[in-house]
């Protein structure tokens, strides 16, 4: 199969179906409510979906913990109706990635079902089931997992542990047993026969283990994380995958790489590997935060966030390929994050950050709603939070009492359920969303934050972002040109160049909320402004003014 490498060209746009659109009138979204919303997706230009899972799941973890892979949960739709979605998608130019969660399944799944119910049975051997300590009363070992809790659970009161490093119904798979490699590859054909076009790897830098099971040195978050993040056999388990299916198809990979550091990404991404086709790194949204767990939120600084970007731009450059992103389902909004969300600057600034990654060398995704510029949520109390991460780091607050007050403050803040509140089609009592109360808060600035007033409205985000697509259409400029840092010094103003062939295209960004001299702007003869979010073209920059020119 020859590979087009259609996704260099690509701009995907990720839906989370439980929020993105209630076809159905039960509160949740739904396939039939993605159905109706294509147009949409056209109109504002993208041509891929990546959507987050929808298989059958008990829903622990919002489907990241699937019960049975070649299903879809009911309240979603059905089988039939995802093929009609994939079908109606491609009649659009839209191609689709699926959310691929094999790191580990749902405890519901009849594998584990078996697995934990019979010593003898052939799915033990799918998991990771070791003997406790002390006859059984302590885990096997003192890992913890991603989610505040520890990474070990009790098979009832036999002796023995399954790993799962998130939430209790997400058991970890063993890939050490070539036949859970085998099930994955009839996992990954199943759905790519049916059409679609690619996988977005949930967690892949954790599925290979260190063997020796040790315990590690005390320390407050992801205790073991050195024997289970990239662990020792990844890039076999990732090339095997690779010449026993991808290379048979006109696919693309994109591994969610949590805590990889550049080089080990670019061992991921190097395509003469054949391992994947880019990945997720999280470098960036991590300079808000120490140690890289968001909930030890520190102040945003603009050059901490140069500093990464100029790292992974330089690092993959002629290597392997970026995936450029701002925001996704487990991340808050973008507004109010990397600047304001003030009323007075959310245009601004939303379409400032949107400029400032679009013209950085790699695949864009737009996390839906991100293109309206919505913010976090406007919950007022626990009870309105949904995520389990976020019920277990509150107990964890409520456990360990030196972290209560720190917890107290960003667990509102930092919760992913602030991405997660239904997509704000219009003004309506449940923004369009749904004709019922939804599954999660609306948040209340759906009055004048929506899809409908936006697409009336040509100076609204919305269109910003449809110039933003389309500008970069056959753009080989952004596709394939040098990237330069052009004030890495500066503290407020992001401005870089992107160059091939002697083309040349300068973005400039203001990040803060005054108006700022631009440093460059007598060095812009010859260059013409070819987008921008206010009207200017003299030598300040407004609060959260963006300005894009080009020299040909
Ligand atoms: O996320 C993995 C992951 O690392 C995040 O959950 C992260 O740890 C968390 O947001 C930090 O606070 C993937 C999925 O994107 C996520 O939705 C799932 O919950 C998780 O895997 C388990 O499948």
């Known amino acids: 199969m020859k590979k087009t490498n259609w996704y260099k060209d690509a701009v995907i746009y990720q839906i989370y179906p439980r929020s993105f659109c209630d076809g159905n009138g039960d509160g949740l979204g739904d396939i039939p409510g993605i159905i109706s919303k294509l147009d949409y997706l056209k109109e504002l230009g993208v041509n891929c979906v990546w959507l987050s899972p929808v298989y059958d799941s008990p829903q622990e973890d919002n489907g990241y913990d699937i019960s049975n892979y070649r299903d879809i949960y009911k309240p979603f739709g059905t089988l039939e109706n995802f093929k009609v979605m994939?079908?109606?998608?491609?009649?659009?130019?839209?191609?689709?990635?699926?959310?691929?969660?094999?790191?580990?399944?749902?405890?519901?799944?009849?594998?584990?079902?078996?697995?934990?119910?019979?010593?003898?049975?052939?799915?033990?051997?799918?998991?990771?089931?070791?003997?406790?300590?002390k006859n059984g009363t302590k885990a096997p070992n003192n890992w913890s997992g991603f989610f505040g809790e520890g990474a070990w659970e009790r098979i009832g009161d036999s002796e023995d542990y399954y790993l799962r490093l998130f939430a209790k119904g997400?058991?970890?798979?063993?890939?050490?047993?070539?036949?859970?490699?085998?099930?994955?590859?009839?996992?990954?054909?199943?759905?790519?026969?049916?059409?679609?076009?690619?996988?977005?790897?949930?967690?892949?830098?954790?599925?290979?283990?260190?063997?020796?099971?040790?315990?590690?040195?005390?320390?407050?978050?992801?205790?073991?994380?050195?024997?289970?993040?990239?662990?020792?056999?990844?890039?076999?388990?990732?090339?095997?995958?690779?010449?026993?299916?991808?290379?048979?198809?006109?696919?693309?990979?994109?591994?969610?790489?949590?805590?990889?550091?550049?080089?080990?990404?670019?061992?991921?991404?190097?395509?003469?590997?054949?391992?994947?086709?880019?990945?997720?790194?999280?470098?960036?949204?991590?300079?808000?935060?120490?140690?890289?767990?968001?909930?030890?939120?520190?102040?945003?600084?603009?050059?901490?966030?140069?500093?990464?970007?100029?790292?992974?731009?330089?690092?993959?450059?002629?290597?392997?390929?970026?995936?450029?992103?701002?925001?996704?389902?487990?991340?808050?909004?973008?507004?109010?994050?990397?600047?304001?969300?003030?009323?007075?600057?959310?245009?601004?600034?939303?379409?400032?950050?949107?400029?400032?990654?679009?013209?950085?060398?790699?695949?864009?995704?737009?996390?839906?709603?991100?293109?309206?510029?919505?913010?976090?949520?406007?919950?007022?109390?626990?009870?309105?939070?949904?995520?389990?991460?976020?019920?277990?780091?509150?107990?964890?607050?409520?456990?360990?009492?030196?972290?209560k007050p720190f917890l107290k403050k960003t667990l509102f803040k930092c919760s992913r359920d602030n991405a997660r509140t239904p997509m704000q089609w219009d003004d309506s009592e449940y923004a369009g969303f749904s004709n019922v109360k939804p599954w999660i808060k609306v948040n209340k600035n759906k009055s004048f934050i929506n899809a409908k007033k936006e697409i009336e409205d040509q100076d609204s985000v919305f269109h910003y972002y449809q110039k933003l697509i389309s500008y970069r259409k056959g753009n080989e400029v952004i596709k394939e040109g040098n990237y330069i840092d052009l004030l890495p010094h500066s503290s407020k103003i992001y401005a870089y160049k992107r160059e091939l062939n002697g083309q040349e295209i300068i973005v400039v960004s203001n990040f803060t909320n005054k108006t700022v001299k631009n440093p460059l702007f007598n060095k812009l003869n010859g260059y013409k402004l070819v987008l921008s979010n206010y009207n200017n073209t003299n030598g300040t920059l407004e609060p959260f003014e963006t300005r894009v020119y080009q020299n040909y």
């Open 170 to 403: 997400q058991p970890d798979l063993n890939w050490e047993n070539p036949k859970v490699r085998e099930e994955v590859k009839d996992i990954l054909r199943y759905w790519l026969d049916m059409g679609v076009d690619g996988f977005r790897c949930d967690v892949i830098t954790l599925i290979s283990k260190d063997q020796r099971f040790k315990s590690v040195f005390p320390s407050l978050a992801l205790r073991g994380r050195k024997y289970f993040v990239n662990g020792p056999r990844l890039h076999e388990y990732l090339h095997e995958l690779y010449k026993d299916v991808y290379v048979n198809y006109d696919c693309m990979t994109v591994g969610e790489t949590v805590l990889s550091t550049l080089d080990q990404a670019r061992d991921l991404v190097i395509p003469e590997r054949e391992e994947l086709t880019m990945v997720f790194n999280f470098d960036h949204t991590d300079t808000d935060n120490h140690f890289g767990i968001k909930w030890f939120y520190k102040k945003f600084k603009l050059k901490n966030l140069k500093k990464v970007v100029n790292k992974w731009q330089h690092g993959l450059h002629g290597q392997g390929w970026n995936s450029l992103f701002i925001e996704n389902h487990d991340q808050r909004r973008c507004v109010g994050r990397f600047n304001t969300d003030d009323k007075e600057y959310r245009e601004a600034s939303s379409k400032m950050l949107g400029t400032t990654y679009f013209f950085l060398q790699g695949t864009p995704f737009i996390y839906e709603g991100q293109e309206l510029g919505m913010t976090n949520g406007d919950f007022e109390k626990l009870e309105d939070f949904v995520d389990v991460e976020t019920y277990n780091i509150h107990a964890l607050g409520e456990r360990i009492k030196i972290l």
């Open 86 to 133: 994939l079908d109606e998608m491609h009649k659009r130019g839209i191609r689709l990635i699926m959310d691929l969660v094999v790191n580990h399944t749902s405890s519901e799944h009849p594998w584990f079902k078996s697995a934990i119910s019979d010593k003898n049975s052939p799915y033990r051997d799918y998991y990771i089931i070791k003997k406790g300590r």
